[in-house]
Every structure is written in structure tokens, then in C-alpha cells.
């Protein structure tokens, strides 16, 4: 499918837009310019609460981004961030309509993460849209991560596994459907399941694959005693439980995914997804929703036709302000990746060690890594500081003794050689974070990896002008 010749945008015979690597985003300075090209490294922000990063480089690259006339999906976590992308929307002139509310509070809509997967991806196996599963079911209790991943080890791995395979077979692949083959499952009763098997796979051909799924259910679980089996089975409903009221039954658990959020439209369309389940309101059930439907807008980012060149082809934006709420293990990977499929990542956060609540540590480096430009706000976290000192590193300096020798030839010898740090900590303490008694004038230290800035060194202090709409508020 070819994603970029199908339905058009009426801009009313404009001109092509300038989606070059080469195009500005944010002028640092007079000489220093970060480009669309460099969104697509990726970007992490960090700076304390009032620091001003959401209201000073967060919504000068928001506007610019919307500005430039590309898509994206922005995650929320602060109750008023829908309403404040409206308002960058505006200011950019775009459409009222280039913002779509997922969920609309003024309409209901419905995303079956199973059922786009398995539509939209003709290579997906039950292994991936398992992994799906897991991750919804995860991603609740981050601090049980483990111990919930040992559920998931050999047999109840092997069943929601086998289970999907079953419902791939039988082209019936929903969260509801899982839910009807788990009802089965939990009594193997011979004959309601011979009726449910027969009804499920009714007309449809049954191959090798398809007899190897049968055998798992029909030979090898009724062999396996009642109480080892519960020990499976049951985290298996507790898992699908999580899907079955509230907001998570009214957008998963549904059969079906609304065209209206189809992440593709980011491209075809460059419509920018807002989730409008703002985490700091819906602690568990905004996190599920948000993370799995990010989760799956990357795969469709992934997935993405090449069709046309570069220059043509759209980009789009991941945005997630707190965004180590949101993030999660594949995060990494996905950006490997990111450069080749256009994608621009920004991430927000105040510190190091709020990723470490979601993330294990090798995760969190594996992230940071992977995002090239940083920019770090005031700050008075001693971590974080010390990540920004040792990102932008040392630099050696030599220094030499000259002096005259016989017959006044100058001579030059080596005194000492020692690695300095480029910048102080202290100095992420001292920078000015916006509010009128600082002209709302927002401090940050940008860096970004293998390049040199005007200033000769590998880091740049800007200042960024607070934008109006935070009413004198840094954030």
C-alpha cells in the first residue's frame, strides 16, 4: 500500500512543502541552526519542574513542528497539554481539524490493538501481537514488571501465544475474542469447546499449522493437571481483566479500529493524534491507553512506504512531555531506526531517575544513547547533572614550557597534560528559568553529538523566549 499517493490534502495549489533534512526548526543562534534533519536523531530535554522546558524550547519547537505543516502523535500527561496544543495549532495556522482528540470526548472511538495489527500487518505472528498483549498487561504496575514477566515464562507464554494463533486462523483476532478462547481454556470441557472450535474455524481450511494449535488444546492441555494449569490460567484472566471496564473495554476491547485514529493518517493526512487521556487524571488506565497506542503508531511508522523521494516523502513527530511515563523497552530500537523513516522524537522530563521507575538502567542508557541532541534546563538534581557533565565530556589540554636554550634556539617541552571538564556542574543550578522577573528568558545547554557550534565547543548556552501562553508559568 502506498500511503503517499492515495488520498491528497487540498492546500489550495501551494506550493510543495520544504520537508529538507536542511530545514530550520530552531535558530540556538545567529550561526547555530538545529534542522528537521536533526529532529530525526532524536531530542531528550530535561529540566526541573518551572524550569521552563515545556514553555520555552518545548513550545518553540511544538510550533515550529506544526508550523512546517507535518503530523505526529503528542502523549499528555498535565490535564491542560490538549488544550495547549490547540492553542500552538493556532498559532501555527493550522486547521482547527489537523487535531484529532483520541479519545474524543464528543464521540465514542474505538482502536482494537489486535485487530489493526493484525489488518494493517500482513507479516504479524501471534509471537508480535503477543507481545502486544504483554505489554498492555505490564505496563499498569511498572513496579511488578518482573514478576509479571515471570507469568509470561513457558506455559502462559506458550497459551496467549497459541491462543492467537487459533483466533489468526480463524481471522477473528480481537482482545474479545482472547477473552472467549481464555472461558474455554479454564474447563476444557469436551464438547462446549468441539462447539466453539467448530464455530471459530467454520469454512475456513485447516492446514498444518492450524492442526498443530488444535493438538495443543486438544491433546496436550487436558493432560496437564487442574492446579498446574490454574497456575497459568489464572494470570491469564487477571491479565484480560484489565481490559474489561472502563475506558480500556470501551477502546480495546471492541473488535475493531476506528479510521479516525489510524496512526497512518499522521502521514497521508498529517494529522496530529492527541491522546486526551492525560496520565496526571487516569494514572493506570491513561498510561495503558497511551503507551500501547504509541506502540503501535511506531510499528505503522515502521511500515511506512519508500515509494517516493526523500525530499517528498512526510515526516512526523513522536511527542511526550514527562515523558518517561510513557516510555518503554522498544523505545531504543524504534529510534535506531527513526532517521530512515523521518520520524522526529522529542522526550521531556525533569530527570534521570524518573526513568528509572519504568525503565531498568541499561534501558534508560540504551534511550539517551540513541537520542543525539540534548538539552538541559535548570536543574538541581545532582544525577542528572552529572549525566550532563559526563554527555558533553572532557577535552584535553597540553600545556608547554618554551624557553631559550644554547645559542637563544627556542625550545619547547611538554609540561603536563590533563582532561578537564568542558562545563561545571553548578553552572545547570544557575540557569535562568523564565517568569517576568527573568524577562521570560528560559536557559539551556544544547548538545549534540559530533558537532561543533560556533563557540568552538560541543556545547551551547541559549536562551529561549517563554512563550505567552504559560501567563508567566515556567514548566
Avoid at 497539554?81 to 487535531?99: F, H, Q, S, T
Avoid at 474524543?104 to 493484525?118: R, V
Avoid at 550532563?388 to 637563544?408: M, P, Q, Y
Amino acid at each position: 500500500m502506498n500511503w503517499f499517493r492515495g488520498k491528497k490534502r487540498d492546500d489550495g495549489g501551494a506550493k510543495p512543502p520544504d520537508w529538507s533534512v536542511g530545514r530550520p526548526l530552531m535558530h540556538l543562534t545567529d550561526r547555530d541552526i538545529w534542522t528537521l534533519g536533526d529532529s530525526f536523531e532524536g531530542l531528550q530535554v530535561f529540566g526541573a519542574s518551572g524550569s521552563g522546558k515545556t514553555s520555552g524550547s518545548g513550545a518553540l519547537l511544538a510550533t515550529n513542528l506544526l508550523k512546517i505543516g507535518i503530523g505526529g502523535l503528542v502523549l499528555t500527561a498535565k490535564p491542560d497539554e490538549p488544550v495547549l496544543w490547540k492553542g500552538y495549532a493556532k498559532e501555527a495556522k493550522r486547521p482547527e481539524n489537523d487535531i484529532v482528540l483520541f479519545p474524543d470526548p464528543d464521540k465514542p472511538q474505538a482502536f482494537d490493538f489486535l485487530t489493526y495489527e493484525t489488518a494493517k500487518n500482513p507479516h504479524a505472528t501471534s509471537r508480535d501481537l503477543a507481545s502486544l498483549f504483554v505489554t498492555a498487561a505490564r505496563i499498569s504496575r511498572p513496579r511488578q514488571a518482573v514478576s509479571i514477566a515471570d507469568y509470561w515464562e513457558g506455559a502462559m507464554k506458550r497459551l496467549v501465544q497459541e491462543s492467537l494463533e487459533l483466533l489468526m486462523a480463524a481471522g477473528q483476532v480481537s482482545v474479545g475474542n482472547l477473552r472467549r478462547v481464555a472461558d474455554k481454556v479454564a474447563y476444557m470441557d469436551p464438547v462446549e469447546w468441539a462447539e466453539f472450535r467448530d464455530e471459530l474455524l467454520e469454512s475456513k481450511v485447516i492446514d498444518e499449522g492450524v492442526e498443530a494449535v488444535l493438538r495443543y488444546f486438544e491433546k496436550r492441555l487436558p493432560r496437564v493437571p487442574d492446579r498446574q494449569r490454574e497456575g497459568f490460567i489464572d494470570p491469564f484472566f487477571t491479565l484480560l481483566r484489565t481490559f474489561e471496564s472502563g475506558i480500556l473495554a470501551q477502546v480495546f476491547a471492541c473488535g475493531k479500529a476506528d479510521g479516525a485514529v489510524d496512526p497512518s493518517r499522521c502521514l497521508t493526512e498529517r494529522k496530529v493524534i492527541v491522546m486526551s487521556l492525560p496520565t496526571a487524571l487516569n494514572p493506570s488506565d491513561g498510561r495503558i491507553v497511551q503507551v500501547l497506542y504509541k506502540i503501535v503508531w511506531q510499528r505503522a511508522m515502521q511500515r511506512r512506504a519508500y515509494a517516493e523521494p526523500e525530499v517528498d516523502r512526510p515526516p512526523a513527530f513522536l511527542w511526550a512531555d514527562e515523558s518517561q511515563v510513557f516510555a518503554s523497552p522498544g523505545d531504543a530500537e524504534f529510534q535506531q531506526f527513526a532517521r530512515s523513516n523521518r520520524i522526529a522524537t522529542i522526550y521531556l522530563t525533569q530527570n534521570l531517575s524518573n526513568y528509572l521507575h519504568y525503565l531498568e538502567d541499561n534501558q534508560v542508557r540504551s534511550l539517551l544513547g540513541n537520542l543525539q541532541t540534548k538539552i538541559f534546563h535548570a536543574n538541581g538534581d545532582p544525577e542528572t547533572n552529572r549525566f550532563a557533565v559526563d554527555t558533553i565530556g572532557e577535552r584535553h589540554r597540553l600545556e608547554f614550557n618554551i624557553r631559550r636554550g644554547e645559542e637563544r634556539r627556542l625550545e619547547i617541552e611538554l609540561e603536563k597534560s590533563t582532561d578537564r571538564r568542558q562545563i561545571d556542574s553548578a553552572r545547570f543550578t544557575m540557569l535562568r528559568k523564565g517568569g517576568v522577573g527573568n524577562n521570560r528568558e528560559v536557559d539551556g545547554v544544547v548538545f549534540q553529538a559530533g558537532r561543533t557550534w560556533s563557540n568552538g565547543n560541543n556545547w551551547l548556552q541559549v536562551t529561549f523566549k517563554q512563550s505567552g501562553r504559560a501567563d508567566g508559568e515556567a514548566g
